[in-house]
């Protein structure tokens, strides 16, 4: 019997998505029906973004899995109605576009780009930037993309520091983990990157006490999710000048409201959740290759963890 596999996300992504995914689950042997409409007691597979609106996976009686495009799952892990195993994406397009978009930002505040970029006053000023090897970049969340970054910006010589739950040995990468090496690994971060999954033990894991430990005029870049920051302390200490910069590409509300105080101030860039998006070309791959496992009784690739939300 032939697995029907319902794309559910917004309706601008299909025409994407129709033509590669049907090739992409053609190659695995699966025999398969692809649309953006079934009865839901009929569905086997659903790949899932959560600007599709579906909620409610009680209907679906015979589903397998839930194949999210996204790698943040925050929206449906918690979804009491989704009782199947849940992947989230991991694909190597997704971490190309986050290893280019971190190592632009981390580079404009490291080479202090603006100064000359919006500064221009004809002035023959001739302070020379430091080079990488004297700059420490930390890296709190060292899972699929953290570790992607962390790698490029190490090749380029950065003093790289990282922060997970779990401890880890990487290449090139100080790592640190639990409370005690949050601390250690904030002290010494003079430009902070957050690719952690917004779950209840990361919620304002940037909070007025934790901004403390950064060392003065740090900058912070958060490509993660806007529930990261506490964002009244972040403005605090953009404030004070014990944070240099922040440049935000996640937000609590998205899109950011126009009259937030992010868009006008002076010392925060704010990008529209552009970071890295998922890539159709890559993405199809790994969401056949999940169909092609379920119907051959292997285990799903990238499952979440649904006690730990990610
Ligand atoms: P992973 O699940 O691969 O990695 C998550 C990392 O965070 C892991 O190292 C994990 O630790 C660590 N972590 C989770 N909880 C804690 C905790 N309580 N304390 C310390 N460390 C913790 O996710 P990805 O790297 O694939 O993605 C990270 C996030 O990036 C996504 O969840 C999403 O929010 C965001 N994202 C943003 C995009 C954008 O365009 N802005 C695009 C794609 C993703 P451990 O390794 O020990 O499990």
Redesign the pocket.
Known sequence: MSVNVLFSAHADRWPQYRDLLTSAIITTGVDFNLATDFDPAEVDYVVYAPNSGLRDFAPFARLKAVLSL???VESIVGNPTLTVPLARM?DHG?QQG?TEWVTGHVLRHHLGMDRHITGQDGIWRTDVPPLAPSRTVCI???????QAAGKALASLGFNVTG????P?SIPEVTCF?GASGLQTALEGAEILVL?????P??TNILDAKTLAKLPRGAVIIN???GPLIDDDALLAALGSGHVGHATL??FRTEPLPPDHPYWSHKRVTVTP?????TRPETAVLAIAENIRRGEAGEPFLHLVDRT?G?
């Open positions: 996204w790698a943040g991991v997704l986050m709190l969340g060292l899972g699929e993309l953290g922060w997970s739950r779990t880890k983990d690719l952690l999954p917004d779950t033990a990361t490509p993660g999710r590409d996640v959740h552009i970071a890295s998006e730990l990610y």
